[in-house]
């Protein structure tokens, strides 16, 4: 009996010893993705005028060489005070290739704000230099520009990327696959005072109405 439960144990062991040889499947990276983020914002009334601000970042991107977007958005609603590249941004987080000068800008500063729209293209002049520094090809998640808004009006207003101008290219200039997650700004309106100085007396006068008519209503039935 007992050598019966050894042999089970050892042909156990065994089991375990080959499962945890075989290689572990790797998590499947989701697509490659350029995003508005946050992905929605509400302005609400206290804070109309006030600035807030917008990254386009990119999400599990991989083999990447080139990148340039564009977004639009309502310009009744928004106006994009300033666009900038943050530091440390997605294209040369270690700011490797700004100190070579091998940074190519397609759009001045790398981005550039319009009314209703924004710009962005960077890539660079001597990829093989770029790689030898391990720039490229960029892979993974960081923020490629920041968008600096301020909500003038009440509506509410996509911030899109228009697929025409929307490119990710690698490092031989090949078009990627890439989805456009586009985000959502709300300005909520405000009920003004005015609209309570209408408003109040007209219940008033309609629950005073009420009153005196149900009386009427008893004595009549």
């Known amino acids: 009996m007992i050598k019966k439960e050894a042999t089970l144990l050892i042909t156990a062991a065994l089991s375990?010893?080959?499962l945890c040889s075989l290689p572990r499947a790797q998590a499947t990276p989701?697509?490659?993705?350029?995003?508005v983020t946050p992905n929605t914002i509400e302005v609400t009334p206290s804070n109309l005028f006030s600035t807030f601000?917008?990254?386009?970042?990119?999400i599990?991107?991989?083999?990447?060489?080139g990148i340039q977007f564009k977004v639009t958005w309502n310009s009744t609603i928004l106006t994009c005070t300033s666009a900038a590249l943050p530091s440390g941004h997605f294209m040369d987080p270690e700011g490797a290739e700004a100190a070579e000068s091998n940074l190519a800008?397609?759009?001045?500063?790398?981005?550039k704000k319009y009314t209703g729209y924004a710009e962005y293209a960077v890539t660079y002049y001597d990829f093989a230099?770029?790689?030898?520094?391990?720039?490229?090809p960029r892979t993974g998640n960081g923020t490629l520009a920041v968008l600096t808004m301020n909500a003038t009006a009440v509506?509410?207003?996509?911030?899109?990327?228009?697929?025409?101008?929307?490119?990710?290219?690698?490092a031989i200039g090949d078009r990627l696959a890439i989805v456009m997650d586009d985000g959502t700004v709300t300005v909520v309106p405000e009920l003004n005072l005015t609209m309570l100085a209408l408003v109040l007396p007209i219940m008033a006068f309609a629950a005073l109405a009420t009153r005196?008519?149900?009386?009427?209503?008893k004595l009549n039935a």
């Open 16 to 18: 375990l010893l080959v």
């Open 30 to 35: 989701g697509p490659m993705t350029i995003q």
């Open 53 to 58: 601000t917008l990254n386009i970042t990119m």
């Open 60 to 65: 599990d991107a991989h083999d990447v060489g």
């Open 105 to 111: 800008f397609y759009v001045p500063n790398g981005v």
């Open 129 to 136: 230099a770029a790689q030898g520094r391990g720039t490229v």
């Open 155 to 170: 509506g509410v207003t996509e911030i899109h990327f228009d697929p025409d101008n929307t490119i990710i290219g690698d």
């Open 212 to 217: 005196k008519l149900l009386p009427k209503r």
